[in-house]
């Protein structure tokens, strides 16, 4: 069987189980040949496999970030289809090889930035991992921590709790009072009590 024909949508299946059973196999086997053939077919005229190979590909990212990291000039043009699947998944891409090949993603930090600006929650919420990764690099820790803060500041209410409790890690002495005061600055406009508390907890730890 071709790589194609391994995807869910070739199988007739609409969960993502073939997916992810593809993308364990070329990550095992570290198969340049199959991610070249899932890179092609993001242009597929099926949309259902340009979907899968998406899929496939960030999955692939996440167990074995080397695989897909010379195809990010291809992850990057996606940030802007209109297929929003593409998109996020794209974001998703990027988000998998962060930790391992930060330079190529914090040289492309604006095009991200903005992507995140226009996209989905799916898409914010990669942008914001992607910064908390670049975050912990000291070359980079300054600049993306000044974004992160940006996007606390602007984040939708119901996704502020999630970033703050994921923005832990990444907290130190010399950065913690700019984060306490963000989402200090935050909390009145969080309606639901549940999702402010959670904000509320964070500030106690980081306190």
């Not at 080397?66 to 992850?75: G, N, P, Q, R, V």
């Amino acid at each position: 069987m071709t790589v194609i024909e391994k995807l869910a949508s070739s199988l007739n299946r609409r969960d993502e189980e073939p997916n992810i059973e593809l993308a364990i196999q070329v990550a095992d086997q570290n198969d340049e040949s199959a991610v070249k053939e899932l890179i092609e077919n993001l242009t597929n005229k099926n949309k259902n496999i340009q979907n899968d190979c998406i899929k496939v590909l960030y999955e692939i990212g996440e167990r074995r970030p080397s695989l897909i990291s010379d195809y990010t000039k291809e992850f990057f043009s996606l940030l802007e289809s209109k297929n929003n699947r593409l998109q996020w998944g794209a974001m998703t891409a990027l988000n998998s090889i962060t930790s391992d090949f930060p330079e190529i993603i914090f040289s492309n930090i604006k095009k991200i930035i903005v992507a995140g600006d226009n996209g989905s929650v799916i898409t914010k919420d990669q942008v914001v991992n992607i910064l908390i990764k670049l975050c912990s690099v000291k070359t980079y820790a300054e600049e993306s921590f000044n974004l992160l803060i940006n996007q606390l500041v602007k984040s939708p209410t119901n996704q502020l709790p999630m970033y703050a409790e994921r923005s832990m890690s990444i907290i130190n002495e010399e950065n913690k009072n700019l984060f306490i005061e963000t989402l200090t600055s935050r909390l009145d406009e969080i309606e639901k009590e549940t999702k402010r508390k959670r904000v509320e907890k964070v500030i106690k730890k980081i306190r």
